[in-house]
């Protein structure tokens, strides 16, 4: 139980990698804030969780690209649990357009998600998390290997790995850890309606293709007392698929 007394703050944790890695973490014994848009989704989430073994889960509307609502957010798990031990941003947005066609308001859409949600969760860690707390930021091989149609998500997820970095070191002496992995092809709706998987212009191997458990274990792993020596690191999970020539 490496999370027993624990409390967790998942984004985006209604569904998919999210709801994987809240399970994860809920049944090692932690107790769980599903962070979401919907109320309705977030509290059948987190009933999901209860049922995956966490001693207590509970949804929370909040949309991470504002920041006052992810301090409300942050502000709620403290009223109901008194602490906060782990936050997994995993929220993210992806739209598909040339970058001739996108406005700065599209970009800006998709940085205020990804990047910026990442941030106001750490700043918020930053102030109230005591040590031996950590951060999993959930970044994409598209920050390192991209396509066509998706610049603004691959911008966002590179920008990540880089913020990443900054937290880790100012991080350090809190005595709290941050670090991020890069999943590959995972069986979630976002691979599947990718204009780019449907046309056969991004060809998947279906052996390349992992399972939202898969990249939930690798989040456990490094938001856990196991990972303790790990910190500004960036993992790639992508089943080898960037390792092929």
Same mark, same amino acid.
């Given at each position: 139980?490496?999370?027993? &007394?624990?409390?967790? !703050? ?37 009933? %999901? ?15 991470v ?27 993210g ?5 040339? !970058?001739?066609? %996108? ?6 859409k ?44 691959a ?20 005595g !709290? ?9 995972v ?27 898969? !990249? ?8 856990s &007392? &196991?990972?303790?020596?790990? %910190?500004?690191?960036?993992? =790639? ?6 390792? =092929?020539?």
């Amino acid at each position: 139980m490496r999370f027993k &007394d624990k409390v967790a !703050i998942v984004t985006g944790a209604a569904s998919g990698i999210g709801l994987a890695t809240a399970k994860r973490l809920g049944s090692e014994g932690a107790r769980v804030v599903i962070a979401d848009l919907d109320q309705s989704k977030s509290d059948d989430a987190a009933e %999901q969780v209860k049922s995956a073994g966490a001693p207590e889960a509970i949804g929370v509307v909040c949309d991470v690209s504002d920041e006052k609502a992810v301090d409300a957010a942050v502000t709620q798990t403290f009223e109901k649990f008194g602490r906060l031990d782990v936050v997994v941003n995993n929220a993210g947005l992806m739209i598909f357009k040339p !970058i001739a066609e %996108q406005t700065g308001d599209d970009f800006l859409k998709i940085l205020n998600v990804d990047l910026l949600g990442a941030f106001y969760f750490t700043k918020e860690a930053f102030q109230k998390m005591k040590p031996g707390g950590a951060i999993v930021n959930v970044s994409s091989i598209h920050a390192v290997e991209t396509e066509p149609m998706v610049s603004s998500y691959a911008a966002a997820k590179a920008a990540l790995l880089s913020l990443t970095r900054s937290s880790a070191l100012e991080g350090k002496p809190l005595g !709290i850890r941050i670090n991020a992995i890069l999943p590959g092809a995972v069986d979630t709706p976002m691979l599947w309606n990718n204009p780019n998987v449907k046309s056969g212009e991004e060809k998947i191997n279906k052996s390349d293709v992992g399972t939202p458990d898969d !990249i939930a274990a690798v989040i456990a792993y490094l938001a856990s &007392d &196991d990972a303790k020596f790990v %910190q500004g690191a960036a993992l =790639r999970v992508d089943g080898g698929r960037l390792s =092929r020539l």
